[in-house]
T-cell receptor
Framework: DAKTTQPPSMDCAEGRAANLPCNHS???????VYWYRQIHSQGPQYIIH???NNETNEMASLIITEDRKSSTLILPHATLRDTAVYYC???????????FGGGTRLMVKP | SAVISQKPSRDICQRGTSLTIQCQVD?????MFWYRQQPGQSLTLIAT?????????ESGFVIDKFPISRPNLTFSTLTVSNMSPEDSSIYLC???????????FGSGTRLTVV
């Protein structure tokens, strides 16, 4: 199963875009990239996912490189409530998610 | 996506005792998982709860310590047995819906062993 690498922490000014990178260089062709976030040790919350095309929803945008070896989660206008740990993980159709990386602790500052 | 109810939300337990955590899903799901999150750490998969058969445990986790039940497609329990302070963690259940919706997680059980 593919593993992911993320920076341990990032800061972002309130109102600015937060760009969170993720490296998944060993991703397989049938594996999707998923992003979750965890606030105050609650259960992780789904944000967005994609296979190879860029995706956008009401929460965020996901940019996946053409070779699929890395991706970037974009929160277009970060708020203080976006302060959380963000996890990038890869999942195949069988749902085998064995590796949950360290995530990025995003601190949004006023 | 499914809604998961996890109980209890937190507990403080004595060393040597056992705690059973319940996970109820509002729809039938094939794949259900149990995770542990130690303080300041990421999530670690404990086991996959299989309906009608024994759970599949990850390396470092054993059935005697973490027995799991899965009597039907909407319910599972995880027991933390013979607890020690090292078992103090957040325990989370999760279900997989397929690559359309991915995983949904319960709100977690914060366990403190004293």
């Amino acid at each position: 199963d593919a593993k992911t690498t993320q920076p341990p922490s990032m800061d972002c000014a309130e109102g600015r875009a937060a760009n969170l990178p993720c490296n998944h260089s060993t991703i397989s062709g049938n594996e999707y990239v998923y992003w979750y976030r965890q606030i105050h040790s609650q259960g992780p919350q789904y944000i967005i996912h994609g296979l190879k095309n860029n995706e956008t929803n009401e929460m965020a945008s996901l940019i996946i490189t053409e070779d699929r070896k890395s991706s970037t989660l974009i929160l277009p206008h970060a708020t203080l409530r976006d302060t959380a740990v963000y996890y990038c993980i890869v999942i195949n159709n069988a749902g085998n998610m064995l590796t949950f990386g360290g995530g990025t602790r995003l601190m949004v500052k006023p | 996506s499914a809604v998961i109810s996890q109980k209890p939300s937190r507990d403080i337990c004595q060393r040597g005792t056992s705690l059973t955590i319940q996970c109820q899903v509002d729809s039938q799901v094939t794949m259900m998982f149990w995770y542990r999150q130690q303080p300041g750490q990421s999530l670690t998969l404990i086991a996959t709860a299989n309906q009608g058969s024994e759970a599949t445990y990850e390396s470092g986790f054993v059935i005697d310590k973490f027995p799991i039940s899965r009597p039907n497609l909407t319910f599972s329990t995880l027991t933390v047995s013979n607890m020690s302070p090292e078992d103090s963690s957040i325990y989370l259940c999760s279900v997989f819906h397929g690559t359309g919706d991915g995983y949904t997680f319960g709100s977690g059980t914060r366990l403190t062993v004293v």
